[in-house]
């Protein structure tokens, strides 16, 4: 029966049939009518720490947005950084890495992320598909996808992917250990965004940005306000609470859980706020997720795929380099039908029991899932590049050229895990 349930949602998630949220709800409700599981552990997800830690996290992405803060920040950044094209781009694609660590969606930061690049467009008066163009609009969606596996909470799957862990090990991984444990993921990937804009996108100076419109619009923006205030002091609270975590040992559920409650009591976010300004049809979708697993480990599952597809990964014979290419073949097969958040958390079942047989560091799998699971070759797999498309003209950039440098960063994202291996050595993770 189980089986059974959960062949339904994948059939209605490859079909489209309906929104991503309501297939999870859908099995865990069919599953306490038939009896599957106690409630208890059907609705554990809503118990754990995990939805605290993705509800505080949905909250203070909100409160960014709604503040301004970011917008102001990258203003900033294109008055005082030298007026030059590849400065012009790096603020774009820092725009994105720096809102990653509190912004769970790659999708919520590039909505973040187009107003800047629409006024530079404008400002620069960049010729509608030529090279620079496309170059802006590289780095407008690569600062917004690039760093959400390098990232605990870059990715609201993430999250979620670890709660999977070994309990042992979970809080250090919410921690700011996974962004060391990536640093040379992250470092290759904006390397070889670097190399490809170079490679693809070199073109003419454009026109001197227009400092003085950008002095006018920080006026009109005015001093901080109270909300930009708390949103800033929550981001560095946020940031600095990650990197001391082997220090404090405080859950960062916890802390996020604090920032969330910091929020509703100052009055910065209203009802109205947290009603619709938190995703909660994602919010749902991943804790739903998280249910499905909790009801597959009670009933053994996990343990009965691990036999199942055991035949099929004996070749892996604990080999980390072999494991890398079982993980991408996975994947792409994967990522066919599903979509990005399933599909990634689809994945590490399935080879997560496999990681642990040939002595694979847990994380390592997880981190490979989502690094290769923003591999696509069709505009339909990348939610982003469709939020882009539907928000800028078709005019506006040479797709042949941009999807050239797609697929060298689809390239890139297996090079750089191959090169990770001795540093995830060093780390004792391999």
């Given at each position: ?15 489209g ?14 599953m ?13 997800g809503?118990?754990?720490a ?64 187009l ?30 996808t ?186 792409l ?5 599903l ?43 990348s ?48």
């Amino acid at each position: 029966m189980t089986v059974a349930i959960g062949t339904a949602m994948v059939v209605l998630w490859m079909f489209g049939l309906v929104d991503e949220f309501i297939p999870p709800l859908l099995a865990i409700v069919a599953m306490l009518l038939v009896g599957l599981a106690p409630p208890t552990v059907a609705l554990a997800g809503f118990s754990s720490a995990s939805f605290v830690m993705l509800l505080g996290v949905f909250a203070f992405a909100a409160i960014i947005t709604a503040s301004g803060l970011s917008y102001r920040a990258m203003l900033w950044l294109l008055l005082v950084l030298p007026d030059r094209p590849i400065f012009h781009r790096l603020i774009l694609l820092l725009g994105g890495y720096v809102l990653s660590p509190v912004v769970p969606a790659s999708n919520n930061r590039l909505a973040l992320v187009l107003p800047l690049y629409r006024d530079m467009m404008e400002g620069l008066k960049v010729p509608p598909g030529s090279r620079a163009a496309t170059a802006l609009v590289a780095a407008t969606l690569s600062g917004a996808t690039l760093m959400s596996s390098m990232l605990s909470t870059a990715k609201s799957a993430n999250i979620v992917a670890i709660t999977l862990l070994p309990a042992q090990i979970q809080a250090e991984f919410l921690g700011l250990f996974w962004a060391v444990a990536a640093g040379v993921a992250a470092i290759g990937m904006t390397v070889s965004h670097g190399i490809l804009s170079a490679g693809l996108f070199r073109a003419p100076a454009t026109r001197p940005l227009p400092k003085e419109r950008i002095v006018e619009q920080l006026a009109l923006l005015g001093p901080l306000a109270p909300a930009e205030r708390l949103a800033a002091l929550g981001f560095l609270f946020f940031l600095v609470a990650a990197g001391t975590f082997a220090w404090h040992q405080v859950p960062m559920a916890w802390l996020a859980g604090t920032m969330l409650v910091i929020l509703l009591l100052s009055g910065q976010f209203s009802k109205q706020d947290f009603r619709r300004q938190i995703d909660w049809p994602m919010l749902f979708f991943l804790i739903g997720l998280d249910s499905i697993t909790r009801i597959m480990n009670h009933h053994g599952l996990q343990a009965v795929i691990a036999r199942t597809f055991w035949p099929w990964f004996q070749f892996v014979d604990g080999q980390l380099e072999i494991f890398i290419l079982a993980v991408l073949a996975v994947t792409l097969i994967v990522r066919v039908v599903l979509p990005v958040t399933a599909g990634m958390l689809t994945t590490v079942v399935i080879l997560l029991p496999i990681a642990e047989a040939n002595g694979i560091h847990p994380w390592v799998c997880v981190f490979l899932a989502t690094l290769f699971i923003d591999i696509w070759f069709l505009p339909y797999q990348s939610s982003g590049y469709l939020q882009l498309t539907s928000q800028v003209s078709p005019q506006s950039f040479d797709r042949k050229r941009f999807l050239l440098y797609n697929n060298g960063l689809n390239l890139a994202r297996i090079v750089v895990a191959y090169a990770s291996i001795p540093w995830w050595r060093w780390l004792g993770l391999a």
